[in-house]
């Protein structure tokens, strides 16, 4: 690894292995490259490449920090199946690109929400979740319950000195609220686990979004070459032909000692 940071330093950039990378693994910025502290022993050299391809592509693309670069700029095509072959590399270099634990997650909250919402229909059979719930507007309005509908935990504090205290969680509704409905308390649930579902979808929406920048998977092809250059060339067959035919041209700047030296790449 030492003798890929000199090289790195050579060229005028600012290689630290020491600091919390803005906690990512590496990050790359202005000529400065982070490696995390935490970061795995196995995976420091995977990502100084990672991060050294966004550097060659800032090079290629100046704006591309702010706009996430271009697909046609970076590999000099407009071939739409550039795309997918790079996005099947990410999901090869990177599972977490898949948010397979997010989906997961997601969908245990799914089956939770229904559970709920069958509670629910045992006492209201009309019931509807695209609908307002009349009968538990009407008693929630007069009920502190209604706090839970923001949020899961909460402490409400009375009195003209603020001296006494309540505190209501989700978890313990039957507890807290003995007079309830079994359906009421029910649909409170249902609105929290719905209010984690959104969180979770915004989560796995940000994700993608990150994961399928042109500068995201730029950087995972070439670091996919160090982990494993023939599967990369099986997954990615033309996205690896324009490369090698742009490297040899001297597109890539620097990124060619970097693959003959360092990849061992033409």
């Known amino acids: 690894m030492e003798d890929l940071i000199e090289y790195f330093e050579s060229l005028g950039l600012d290689v630290h292995t020491t600091t919390k990378a803005r906690g990512h693994q590496g990050f790359f910025l202005k000529n400065r490259i982070d490696i995390s502290k935490n970061t795995p022993q196995e995976k420091k050299i995977p990502t100084l490449i990672h991060e050294f391809a966004h550097y060659i592509h800032s090079k290629i693309e100046p704006n591309m920090a702010k706009t996430g670069g271009t697909i046609e700029t970076i590999f000099l095509s407009n071939d739409k199946a550039i795309n997918n072959e790079l ?24 089956e939770q929400i229904k559970a709920q919402e069958q509670l629910i229909k045992s006492e209201y059979p009309k019931f509807m979740r695209s609908k307002r719930f009349k009968e538990f507007e009407k008693y929630i309005k007069k009920s502190d319950a209604k706090y839970l509908l923001k949020y899961d935990r909460i402490k409400i504090i009375k009195g003209f000195w603020k001296k006494s205290s309540k505190i209501y969680s989700i978890d313990t509704i039957e507890k807290d609220f003995t007079d309830m409905p079994k359906a009421f308390s029910a649909y409170i649930r249902l609105k929290s686990l719905q209010k984690k579902q959104a969180k979770l979808s915004a989560k796995i929406n940000r994700n993608k979004k990150y994961y399928s920048k042109p500068t995201e998977l730029f950087a995972r092809f070439v670091e996919g070459l160090y982990i494993n250059k023939n599967e990369i060339q099986k997954i990615a067959p033309n996205t690896y032909e324009l490369f090698i035919k742009n490297l040899q041209n001297g597109y890539y700047k620097e990124m060619f000692i970097l693959c003959h030296r360092y990849l061992h790449i033409l």
């Not at 099947?88 to 799914?110: G, R």
């Open 87 to 110: 996005l099947n590399v990410t999901y090869f270099v990177d599972k977490n690109a898949l948010c397979q634990k997010l989906k997961e997650h997601k969908e245990i909250i799914k």
